[in-house]
């Protein structure tokens, strides 16, 4: 047989030099009796038969071709026949060959021409009743544009006209998430119903049909979708959107159990048993409401999140103001967190809300409430006045007893006005200035506080000065700033410390040192930015880097605040920025660094306020209006070393906004402790460079030593911080040195450095202590942190192996944690800290293999 094929194709090769071309496809046609299959001889009859102009005869073998070039390698020669012999010709190519070709262009990347090709194969598989042959080119379609509506839909129907349900409903459901995002919400609707019908059972697709009918109003619908699966799910979004459709629907009990699981298990859905309170408290069940803001309380309290609790509570009881139950709950959460100022203002609603439904013994124990917290509030004597002749005599009596007459220009002291008074609006205008004189004067104080709490000593008299300029000879009548005077070691010129013990009234009046100003005294906003100072230092000196603690400093100050936008810059003025950081509110992009620099170049212009802001309004630079800003503050943040300009911290709004001392301050006070982490953090990275003994352990010499614990109790000291000191050393360290030498002992020391360097942080500073020792200088770690962290350092190289002993080595280690006594300097810190750790390594050496925790004295 292969013999008459291999005469056959000399035969037509012979007839072709002889241009004999009927004769030759002769011999080309008897090749293909004997093998169907041959590639020379189809080709050759395709070509032949173009040759003799029958294109109809040529297609027929360029086709036979076409399919015979399976092999990977061929496809460029498969494509190349199709273009050029098939694709154009009048001739119907069967639809495999079509599919065929289409497979092909989806390989080469050329999804237009792909799509084209399967559509037209599709269309003639459904003509001849292949309905199946069909459905693969319109998946192929599907897969090769998974945006397009049509084409999910014409995969639907054809899947559905197949009988293959769950390819139909699965391409349904993705045509309902193409119309949802398109908006055609009823058309979503429909297209996930017919999803629904063709596949009840997939959990996927129920849970698109339910959110689509919530979308359209039709909640109690979309939670029978969803209950029958709602007894072995655990997955959060599902939950919550199930717990949502019953809300929606009226079934809050049954949402309560959805929600509690929801926030048992995985800690997710607080936001949700929040909207649940509230439609309690909308239906009319408060006590309910309250049982679930109890629960909520609980785990978020637990979870250090007591901000996020308030800020919501504060939103469903702005919701229902005439809610007695949520009112008292409200009133509550304040009085324990000792917010006077929002538990004063919760507390006069309350009362309001009691007197107008009739409730007299509860509107008078509210009034005495108030009165507790703030005798000479004017709005005290008003709702005084509304329980006369409504109250209980005796009650009233003894009430105005402890209450002081309203400081209000429009209510003074025994109701009348005062005959010297004879133009009201002149009075009142009189009152107001003196209430701003007096406001100005408490944010001076306020300031003055901040700035001797983080021992900003210089600017802490920069601010006396001014009070002392602004009001000469208010320490006389002001203990609370005579106290200050005394805290700075600073009195106005002419002044003379008061030796003698004050007097009966002054002592009442002033604050007891070390306690810090009553709640009373301040604002609302004052008392918030004061405990928010303390809590984003502390984030931040927790950062590890000082590009991370720009982020967290711009993140905390955009949140707290609500801006729309927060920077902060290291680098001097007139200089580009060395690292910046950028906090955007959702829904802003970040700003290019060009825009950045011409931002820092308008506030560097910009006049300093009497507070030391740099205030940029839109009008004044168009920069602004590009960020989306209206108005923008910045202040300038000194280097305390050298006492120079070197950062920048801004905030912006996008509103309007008028900005308060409290903000400045708040600026100041955040971006000199964000400045000096930055600082510590750059000089213990230094230390390092310089310091490193040895390349292979990257510990640091015993040289070091010292210094770098100078610099790192500099720092506890000025930033309040704890600091600790673990020594690790090998048992029997000495006698193993003499044995083994020091070559061995030294390779065992830098395999047992890098296998430690992974589990301590980037701030922790390890040294070689001695040949058999190292000593780890823990930043901000107290000496619960620092035993924690010794016995991982242990558990760690309990796997070592020396190369003198197969059987392992034995690890103890000291702790002790660093004492500031009020009369300790840095080097006293120090020597104290060294003395007591050389004891606990003494007392862990007779010990061996133990932790050796040495409590700190106390002080």
Sequence with gaps: MAADVSKNLERAKKFLEKNRVEDAIEAYLSVLDEAPGHQEATQALGDLYLRMDQPERAVVYYGMFFDLLVDPKEETKALAIYNRFLKNSTTQQPPERIARYAFLQQKQNRADEAMEQYNKAAELFTSAGRLEDALFCWERIAQLDPENLARQLKLAEAAEQAGKNLIAARAYLRAGQLATAGGSHDNALKLLGRAHSLAPQERSVTLLYAEAKLRTGAAADAAGLLEPFAATENDAAFLETFSDALVKSGK???????????????????????????AYAAAGQDAKSIEVLHTLKRRMYADKRQNEFTAEVDN?????????????????LYNELNREAQYFEILLKLFDVNLETGNMRKACDTLERLVDIDAYDYRNQQRFELLRGKADETFLQRISGRMSKSTNPAAPAGGRQPEETLNPAAAGQGASQEAKQAQGLEDLIVQTEIFLQYSLHAKAQERLQKIASLFPGEEERNARLRNLYETANWWPQGAKPKSAAPSAAVVEAEIVPGTGPKTGMYSADTMRDLSKISEISQKIFRQQTPRAMLNTTVSELGAHLRAARAIAVIGAPGRPPEIAAEFCAPGAKPAPGAQLVFLLAQMEKAAPDEMGGLIVETKDASVLKELGLATAMGVMITDKETQQPAAMLICGFAEPHRWRPNEVYLLQAIGDQMLMSVSHTRLRSLVRRIGVSDERSGLLSRSSYLSCLLTEADRAKSQGTPLSLTILQIDRGAELLRQQGESPMERFLEQLSRSLQPIVRQNDVAVKYTAWSLAFILP?????????????????ATGLRPPWDASGITLSAGIVEAVAKQDFDSEDIVTDLINRAEHSVDEARKKGDTVVVLESPKV
């Design 252 to 278: 809050l009990d049954r949402a309560r159990e959805v929600l509690e699981k929801l926030l048992r298990e995985k800690n997710a859905g607080a936001l949700r048993l929040f909207e649940l309170a509230d």
């Design 316 to 332: 469903v009881a702005a919701k229902h103001p005439k809610s007695l139950t949520i009112l008292e709950f409200w009133a509550a």
């Design 780 to 796: 901000d770690t107290t000496l619960a942190g620092a035993q924690n962290l010794a016995d991982k350092l242990k558990r760690a």
